[in-house]
């Protein structure tokens, strides 16, 4: 039997979503909860009228992302059973968008910004992720042939290992690293960071969505100074840059719009300048705020500003929306869009570079010369070190040990008691004669997946807790 359409739509939901915890873990009667909820008539399944009250106008998930979900994991009598809803349950957390190809992903204004709310994007290939919401902090890691916008960010965006993607991000502070071939439309708050990083493009932010201009001033991020093109390069070099300039025929100014919300009049609505040639040959403004930058004179070559364009010439603008009206035509022309400007007018193809899948070890088998380390860790305890500011020392372990982790800055926050954390590339450090692991420039520390099975470590055993002496 089919759900009764409502006249009523659900009012957006203000805290944090119920679904914050949704993953591979959760009980059936987690799941069961929420289908209660959502079930308006009371028949034990969810229509797509259901769906789109619940996760649409209550949740603030996009049209397309409900459409599809309900076409997966609906049975044969037309609707969504618990069975479904609990097979596609990991796919509903709000904060982490992973493991997903040639998905279109909405989260509206209010879906996200509740107090803690730090999204996760992974692994993610041919996407368009469209975060039109306030966030504590971003993650974006190992993506392809992605477009991304990031709404206003309060602290810290960190963007690692992708590749051909193009991104609009409004935060305090930006980090990349490991990234190839990406177009930012960047509004930063300090001075943004990349590392290791090449053929990567900047230009000035340059988006719209209904309440954009609200979440700038929600973040505190002051849209008249703006360090877009004031990078920070780890690997300068003194003879050329890493990064360049967007020349204005290339750059994309994006216009969002949601689907029968009474917002989408066509107003354009960002506090930013719109994008020009005088905007991306503009001096960057002097930040007195430190954006993280090494203590090491590594050279910063700025490129050479974008030639002046032919008369009349204006940035692209993509247009997207979560509607059903032309949803294929929408795609297809913003998708085309993208493509114009990335693909070479001549030449052969680059062949794709092949990343190696790490190797996970044990906490027990670390030695005092590992490097490379590669292991899953479920925080203990941490505790600051009183004679260094910024340095924490984090109890950290597996099933098989536990070792202590020296964690400095960002890394610190990140190592809350009970959290999963997914370590790379880390290395030994001895100190007064005790392991101690760290994480370098060169290494990742970051929450685990959500869907991570959890982790009882073994207290009993402190690989840290061992002297060793130096011998001839």
Same mark, same amino acid.
């Given at each position: =039997?089919?759900?009764?359409?409502?006249?009523?739509?659900?009012?957006?939901?203000?805290?944090?979503?119920?679904?914050?915890?949704?993953?591979?873990?959760? #009980?059936?009667?987690?799941?069961?909860?929420?289908? @209660? %909820?959502?079930?308006?008539?009371?028949?034990?399944?969810?229509?797509?009228?259901?769906?789109?009250?619940?996760?649409?106008?209550?949740?603030?998930?996009?049209?397309?992302? &409900?459409?599809?979900?309900?076409?997966?994991?609906?049975?044969?009598?037309?609707?969504?059973?618990?069975?479904?809803?609990?097979?596609?349950?990991?796919?509903?957390?709000?904060?982490?968008?992973?493991?997903?190809?040639?998905?279109?992903? =909405?989260?509206?204004?209010?879906?996200?910004?509740?107090?803690?709310?730090?999204?996760?994007?992974?692994?993610?290939?041919?996407?368009?992720?469209?975060?039109?919401?306030?966030?504590?902090?971003?993650?974006?890691?190992?993506?392809?042939?992605?477009?991304?916008?990031?709404?206003?960010?309060?602290?810290?965006?960190?963007?690692?290992?992708?590749?051909?993607?193009?991104?609009?991000?409004?935060?305090?502070?930006?980090?990349?690293?490991?990234?190839?071939?990406?177009?930012?439309?960047?509004?930063?708050?300090?001075? +943004? /960071? &990349?590392?290791?990083?090449?053929?990567?493009?900047?230009?000035?932010?340059?988006?719209?969505?209904?309440?954009?201009?609200?979440?700038?001033?929600?973040? #505190?991020?002051?849209?008249? #100074?703006?360090?877009?093109?004031? /990078?920070?390069?780890?690997?300068?070099?003194?003879?050329?840059?890493?990064?360049? /300039?967007?020349?204005?025929?290339?750059?994309?100014?994006?216009?969002?719009?949601?689907?029968? %919300?009474?917002?989408?009049?066509?107003?354009?609505?960002?506090?930013?300048?719109?994008?020009?040639?005088?905007?991306?040959?503009?001096?960057?403004?002097?930040?007195?705020?430190?954006?993280?930058?090494?203590?090491?004179?590594?050279?910063?070559?700025?490129?050479?500003?974008?030639?002046?364009?032919?008369?009349?010439?204006? !940035?692209?603008?993509?247009?997207?929306?979560?509607?059903?009206?032309? +949803?294929?035509?929408?795609?297809?022309?913003?998708?085309?869009?993208?493509?114009?400007?990335?693909? +070479?007018?001549?030449?052969?193809?680059?062949?794709?570079?092949?990343?190696? @899948?790490?190797?996970?070890?044990?906490?027990?088998? &670390?030695?005092?010369?590992?490097?490379?380390?590669?292991?899953?860790?479920?925080?203990?305890?941490?505790?600051?070190?009183?004679?260094?500011?910024?340095?924490?020392?984090?109890?950290?372990?597996?099933?098989?040990?536990?070792?202590?982790?020296?964690?400095?800055?960002?890394?610190?926050?990140?190592?809350? +008691?009970?959290?999963?954390?997914? &370590?790379?590339?880390?290395?030994?450090? =001895?100190? @007064?004669?005790?392991?101690?692991?760290?994480?370098? #420039?060169?290494?990742?520390?970051?929450?685990?997946?959500?869907?991570?099975?959890?982790?009882?470590?073994?207290?009993?055993?402190?690989?840290? !807790?061992?002297?060793?002496?130096?011998?001839?």
């Amino acid at each position: =039997m089919a759900a009764v359409a409502s006249n009523t739509r659900r009012t957006r939901l203000s805290g944090v979503s119920p679904l914050a915890r949704a993953s591979k873990r959760s #009980k059936q009667e987690d799941v069961a909860k929420i289908l @209660k %909820e959502a079930d308006t008539n009371g028949d034990g399944l969810l229509s797509l009228e259901e769906l789109q009250s619940y996760l649409g106008d209550y949740l603030g998930y996009g049209d397309k992302e &409900i459409r599809a979900f309900f076409e997966e994991f609906k049975t044969a009598a037309g609707g969504v059973d618990l069975e479904g809803l609990h097979k596609g349950f990991p796919s509903l957390n709000p904060y982490l968008i992973s493991k997903r190809t040639s998905a279109f992903i =909405m989260r509206k204004p209010g879906s996200v910004c509740a107090p803690g709310g730090q999204m996760q994007l992974e692994e993610l290939s041919d996407c368009t992720v469209l975060i039109c919401d306030r966030a504590e902090q971003v993650f974006v890691d190992e993506c392809k042939n992605c477009q991304v916008l990031i709404g206003p960010c309060d602290s810290s965006t960190f963007v690692r290992d992708c590749k051909n993607c193009t991104f609009w991000i409004a935060t305090r502070q930006l980090r990349t690293r490991d990234c190839v071939d990406c177009k930012f439309f960047l509004f930063s708050h300090t001075e +943004p /960071i &990349i590392e290791t990083s090449k053929e990567v493009a900047f230009a000035p932010f340059s988006a719209s969505y209904a309440g954009l201009s609200a979440h700038f001033e929600q973040a #505190k991020l002051d849209s008249g #100074k703006n360090f877009w093109s004031a /990078i920070y390069d780890f690997n300068g070099k003194a003879d050329s840059a890493n990064w360049s /300039i967007l020349p204005l025929a290339e750059c994309l100014e994006l216009d969002v719009q949601f689907a029968g %919300e009474g917002s989408s009049s066509g107003a354009w609505d960002c506090p930013t300048p719109r994008l020009s040639q005088e905007l991306l040959c503009a001096p960057p403004p002097v930040s007195s705020e430190s954006g993280g930058q090494s203590l090491v004179k590594t050279p910063q070559t700025r490129p050479q500003q974008p030639p002046a364009p032919p008369a009349g010439t204006k !940035a692209k603008v993509t247009c997207l929306s979560d509607g059903q009206a032309k +949803p294929d035509a929408a795609d297809s022309s913003a998708l085309s869009t993208v493509k114009a400007a990335e693909t +070479p007018s001549q030449g052969v193809a680059k062949p794709a570079r092949k990343l190696r @899948k790490p190797k996970w070890t044990k906490v027990e088998r &670390i030695e005092p010369d590992s490097r490379g380390v590669n292991v899953f860790v479920k925080v203990v305890k941490s505790t600051p070190v009183a004679e260094v500011t910024g340095l924490s020392e984090v109890v950290v372990g597996d099933a098989s040990a536990v070792v202590t982790l020296r964690a400095r800055g960002e890394q610190v926050a990140l190592c809350q +008691p009970g959290c999963i954390l997914r &370590i790379q590339n880390a290395r030994v450090a =001895m100190v @007064k004669g005790y392991i101690r692991l760290e994480v370098n #420039k060169w290494g990742v520390l970051k929450p685990a997946p959500e869907d991570h099975e959890d982790i009882e470590p073994k207290v009993g055993k402190d690989i840290s !807790a061992v002297e060793y002496e130096r011998t001839s």
